[in-house]
């Protein structure tokens, strides 16, 4: 008797203590929604598409925002997914035995650099880099695009998506490289055995195989591309403004949280800034859930088999 | 004839892109780690371990606060977040085949992939906005935030990996289902816990985001857990964005304190696994 109920204390502690994790979550959303009201109240969806930001006459409008978080991170997959690609083709296909584990070692190294490191090389080295040599080179050959066009800052849109590809490159690789490795030999026997060359079986068994789950992959990086705070803000330049051009500077959700969150002097001010951590937190949501959905959808598809 | 020519230049050329990616991807890491060490190395001294930051202005001085301010953020955040993700992990593996689990393991989910900034909003809304007070404690309980998910899941899986054998065998001999789980099943998955443990602590060491409004960073020994606190990584930023050149110096120095820090831990779940292996090698041995 006394044993039962010993067991049942602890199935009851281990479920408290399991059920916080959930009611966690509950009370984020709970107390964000809650200090974000005054905000969305004020503003309701103009919130969304007024590109006024103005502490002083406190008319808030995120579209600044909106738009630097996404063009950012669409850049950054931009440029990491085929790099990415090509990386998890190598580990997975190509590259000989011995050197499989010490390069993906190598490149999960990138994953666990912090990313006030990254943003202190990105000071430091890359805008200097990118202001010196690479914005006069784009300028010259082709600044006939208004892409390419205005000061050479070194800090800005450019640096702010080189930063954050190098940051979801290990994300995207490591996951899609897994994904090929669980193509069955079969796939590419049947390709190589009608003649294929081995870039022909890559694309046609490897990668057609495994499009929902680099799909999936994909989807992840671009959910941590999106809330990455710290190395962007160090490099974006922190310009509420939509410009066309990648020189200019510009600003991100995440980025104006954490530089105007503990100078906010007045509660609608803080409510705005809430208000953009609140959309912040749904749309990464919604992403991983996406993301989730689909690697799950390969892996169950994998057990089936 | 031509297109098998065509063929192989494509296949050439596409192999040859998958190679030049992976060197690609290699040179940011190398400069990044250059830079770091060639210049931490020449910055970093005894002083930097030892002292407490200069004001504005003056040379010298040291982060021995922000080291500190870190270990004692770390230890904090443990403190709540080990218990909740080992005995939350436990339900999952155990007891875990319900709905309720399952909506459990969903906001676990959840908590991973909330933008680490986000859960610093979170930690100021509970826990600085009431106490009007920026403080160690709300530092270190959204740094927690960050950890309960990566250790949950880490001894779900460990957990599940425990053979039924052994828990059959220990129900047999008459142990209650609790003392089972505790004395047998968490002692089996011990090192795999461990390392899922020493993860999350290497994720959360380097975190600035969620300290920024949190534990906010401070210039002095630290003075109770309810007043804000140094950490590492939020001085480096601060110095980095700072005009001081001496300051852009110490930013180096604490980036490869801060690195080896973080490597350190990621090489000790090598050495907590090692153990395991061995085992395995002794008992293949016996045989």
């Avoid at chain 1, 011995?98 to 943003?119: D, H, K, M, N, T």
């Avoid at chain 1, 300028?139 to 849109?157: D, I």
């Avoid at chain 2, 600085?128 to 250790?151: H, R």
């Amino acid at each position: 008797m006394k044993i039962k109920s010993a067991d049942l204390w602890f199935k009851k502690a281990a479920a408290i203590l399991a059920l916080s994790a959930a009611a966690l979550v509950i009370l984020l959303v709970c107390s964000m929604a809650y200090y974000a009201l005054p905000a969305i109240r004020k503003f309701g969806l103009h919130f969304l598409h007024t590109s006024t930001w103005d502490p002083v006459k406190e008319i808030f409008g995120a579209l600044p925002f909106i738009y630097g978080t996404v063009i950012s991170s669409a850049l950054a997959l931009l440029m990491a997914l085929p790099v990415s690609l090509g990386i998890a083709v190598y580990l997975a296909e190509l590259a000989p035995c011995c050197l499989r584990e010490p390069l993906s070692f190598l490149i999960e190294l990138l994953a666990a650099i912090p990313s006030v490191v990254y943003g202190l090389w990105g000071i430091f080295f890359l805008a200097p880099f990118l202001r010196e040599t690479v914005q006069p080179f784009l300028f010259r050959y082709f600044g006939f695009l208004p892409l390419f066009q205005g000061e050479f800052y070194g800090v800005g849109m450019l640096s702010a998506a080189i930063i954050l590809s190098i940051m979801i490159i290990p994300t995207i690789s490591s996951i899609s490289r897994e994904v090929f490795l669980t193509v069955p030999s079969a796939q590419r026997e049947a390709a190589l055995a009608l003649g294929a060359t081995r870039w022909e079986t890559i694309r046609l068994a490897v990668l057609g195989y495994a499009r929902s789950g680099v799909l999936g992959a994909v989807i992840l990086g671009l959910g941590r591309a999106l809330g990455e705070t710290m190395a962007v803000t160090m490099v974006i330049g922190n310009r509420p403004e939509i410009s066309g051009s990648l020189f200019a500077p510009a600003y991100t959700m995440a980025s104006v949280i954490a530089n105007e969150f503990s100078e906010a002097t007045t509660d609608l001010y803080l409510s705005a800034l809430i208000e953009i951590g609140f959309i912040l937190f749904f749309v990464t949501l919604i992403i991983n859930i996406a993301a989730r959905a689909l690697i799950w959808r390969v892996s169950a598809k994998i057990k089936a088999k | 004839m031509n297109i098998y020519i065509k063929r192989k230049i494509i296949n050439k050329l596409m192999c040859g892109a998958a190679f030049f990616s992976a060197l690609l991807t290699l040179a940011p890491l190398i400069s990044i780690f250059g830079y770091v060490i060639s210049k931490g190395i020449t910055s970093v001294n005894f002083d930097f371990f030892t002292h407490l930051p200069m004001p504005v202005g003056e040379h010298g001085g040291g982060m021995s606060n922000a080291i500190v301010g870190t270990l004692i953020l770390i230890g904090l955040s443990c403190l709540w977040a080990i218990p909740l993700g080992v005995f939350g992990g436990v339900y999952l593996a155990e007891f875990g085949n319900n709905k309720f689990a399952a909506a459990v393991r969903f906001s676990a989910d959840v908590l991973n992939g909330i933008p680490s900034i986000v859960i610093g909003i979170f930690a100021y809304t509970v826990f600085v906005l009431p106490m009007k007070s920026f403080s160690a404690i709300s530092g270190a309980f959204a740094l927690g935030i960050i950890m309960v998910p990566t250790i949950m899941r880490a001894t779900e899986e460990m957990l599940r990996m425990v053979p039924f054998a052994l828990r059959e065998a220990a129900l047999a001999l008459g142990v209650s289902q609790s003392r089972m789980i505790v004395s047998i099943v968490l002692k089996t998955a011990l090192p795999g816990i461990l390392t899922g443990i020493l993860l999350a602590i290497a994720r959360i060491a380097g975190e600035t985001a969620p300290l920024l409004f949190t534990a906010f960073g401070n210039r002095f020994w630290h003075q109770g857990l309810n007043q804000p606190i140094a950490a590492l990584p939020l001085q480096i930023f601060n110095y980095a964005i700072s005009p001081y050149d001496d300051w852009h110096r110490q930013a180096w120095a604490g980036a490869l304190v801060l690195i080896l820090m973080v490597f350190l831990i990621s090489l000790l779940t090598r050495f907590v696994i090692k153990p395991k292996y061995r085992r395995k090698e002794m008992i293949w041995k016996q045989k």
